[in-house]
Structure formats: C-alpha cells, structure tokens
C-alpha cells in the first residue's frame, strides 16, 4: 500500500506516520509513506526523526495548494489521508485569510488530484468546532448535527468538510471524514492550551486563563486519535463521517490546576484574562458511530496521558523555545 500524509510533519500527522511507518496499525503494516508538509512554524522535521531512518518513509517539502506537486506525489497512492491545516483558533481570530487558503483552497487542490489519480479511499481530518457550541446540559453531538462554526478556522474548516463532502456525492471519490475532539500529547507546537500552559510553567511565567475558565472541552489523546483514524482509513464507509472523541471533558479552569498540580506550582501562576472573542462554551462528541462501526474506544486514561505529556515536555523544554 502507498499512503500520501499530508501534514505528516505536525502534532497530529507526524504522530500517524511514526505509529503507520512501526506498523502499529495492522491494515497498514508494510505500507510506503510519503509525507508532504510545508514545515510552517507547528511542522517539522524532528517530529518524524524518530523514523527518518526507514525505507518506507519518504518526506516532499510542499504546500497543499500547489496542484502540479499535489498531482505528482498524489500519483500511484492508494490512500489519502489529509492532515494539513492552520489550526490555530486566536490567529484566525486577528488574521483569516491563510486559514481559507490552506484549510480550503487547499483541500479543494487535494480532492482535485486525487480525483485524477484514481485514489482508493481519501480521508479527511477534521475538527469538533465545526459544530459551533454546546450548550452546558446539551446532548454530545452526533454526525447528523448541523454545522455551526463560530470562529474563522472552524468555518474554514467546515468549508473543507463540505467540499470534501461535494467530491463523494458528485464525482464519486471515495471520502471518509473524521471529526476529533481537543487532541493533546507529545510534539504538540506551544499555542494550544495544554503545550503553553506546561511551556510557560516551566519557564517560570504566569499561564493566560480566558474569561472565567469555564469553556469546557473532551480531551483525546493523540494516539487514541490517529488510531481512530487508521480505523476509517481501513474499514470507513464512503461518505461516511465518524466522530472521534475522548471521553474526558474538563473546563479549562479543572485542566488548569491539574497542570499547576503536575508541575507543583500554585494558583498565583495564574494570569485571567479577557475572554477570547466568541469562545465556544462546550464542545462534547457522541462516538457512537465508530464505535459501533470500527470497533474504536479511547484507551489512554487523560491522568496518564496528561501526566506522559507534561513529563514529555519537561523533558523536552526549550524544544520550540520557551512558550508564548
């Protein structure tokens, strides 16, 4: 089998290709990978270093929206699986335009090559956020539940997903989509909750906490998260979309002394901020379908997972810089 990862540099991507190149996913055992990234600041190359040595690791320097690179490391692949996105929500807050390009644009120029290549199955990774907001008592969302993104990166995001989506039902590609909750672990850039917070901590400065700290979000772990993925990529239905979610929800105040707790420091590192502009409240997933489907279920517990994090991190301190 031939994979094309796209993002296979970042968190989450590069977290796929060192478990698919160890052949940790059965499906995918013996598979060449070819991974394409663009190395902006949350890629690199490190991330996949513990790999690099391996004959079924290739790596392609490239941005997404490049059609004539995309159709030529798209050729001979039998499986797609699109990693590569801005995701960070505060930058699409002050600036949009290079989430519509990358996140849309540029999915749009991966559908198009993969259409001409005759790929076997194409597979999306998507978000939560496209779902807008939760209310607290709210049942967890469904894949059925209308999309009602709030920030510039879960519109551009959602756009992807129904362009994705348009792809299936007009021309036919064979598309999985995959929607996961916050993902957390090993190799995650600074900018999001949990790397900032320990970055920060361990570097002595005070951590940013929003508004009153009562947003809540279900927390995944990131080899829970690409191995549900791998399982779409195996057995998803065509069009299908599968929600992939943690279990654990936490408001980022209950996150935040769990890491005050882990890196034994008190609440006066604290800093509350202004609220960012329209914070989602609640995000929660209902994982019916691909557990029932694929066989899939979270495995790390989020203490352990938490606690192998913040240990990663400190061993790893200074890796990206000292924080934000």
């Known amino acids: 089998m031939r994979i094309l990862v796209t993002g296979g540099a970042g968190f989450i991507g590069s977290n796929f290709v060192r478990q698919t190149v160890r052949n940790e996913y059965p499906a995918l055992a013996g598979a ?3 991974v394409v990234d663009k ?3 949350a890629g690199r190359r490190e991330n996949l270093e513990p790999v690099s040595g391996s004959p079924a690791l290739r790596f392609v320097e490239g941005d997404i929206c490049d059609g004539p690179l995309m159709r030529e490391v798209m050729r001979g692949a039998d499986l797609v699986v699109h990693f590569a996105a801005e995701s ?4 699409s807050i002050s600036g949009a335009e290079e989430f519509v390009r990358t996140n849309v644009l540029g999915t749009q120029t991966l559908l198009t090559a993969a259409l001409e290549a005759g790929v076997g199955r194409f597979v999306h990774v998507s978000t939560d956020e496209v779902y807008g907001s939760l209310d607290a008592g709210g049942t967890p969302w469904t894949e059925e539940e209308p999309l009602a993104p709030n920030s510039p990166y879960a519109a551009s995001k959602a756009s992807a997903d129904l362009m994705v989506l348009a792809f299936h039902r007009t021309h036919g590609l064979p598309v999985c989509l995959t929607r996961g909750s916050n993902t957390y672990g090993p190799y995650q ?10 970055s920060n901590l361990l570097a002595g400065r005070k951590v940013p906490l929003y508004g009153d700290g009562a947003n809540v979000r279900e927390w995944l772990h990131v080899d829970d998260h690409c191995r549900g993925v791998a399982l779409v990529a195996e057995g998803g239905e065509p069009g299908g979309i599968y929600n992939v979610g943690g279990g654990t929800e936490l408001t980022n105040r209950e ?3 769990r890491l005050l ?13 202004a609220d960012r502009k329209g914070h989602d409240r609640r995000y929660a997933m209902d994982i019916s379908r691909i557990s029932a489907a694929l066989g899939y279920k979270p495995t790390v517990p989020f203490e352990d997972g938490l606690a192998a994090t913040v240990d990663w991190y400190r061993q790893h301190h200074g890796l990206w810089g000292a924080g934000a």
């Open 261 to 273: 707790e882990l890196l034994g420091v008190d609440r006066s590192m604290v800093e509350q901020v």
């Open 88 to 91: 960070h929500v505060d930058r």
């Open 32 to 34: 060449e990978v070819t």
């Open 255 to 257: 996150l935040t002394e």
């Open 39 to 41: 190395l902006t600041y």
């Open 189 to 198: 850039y600074p900018e999001k909750i949990i790397p900032l917070f320990v």
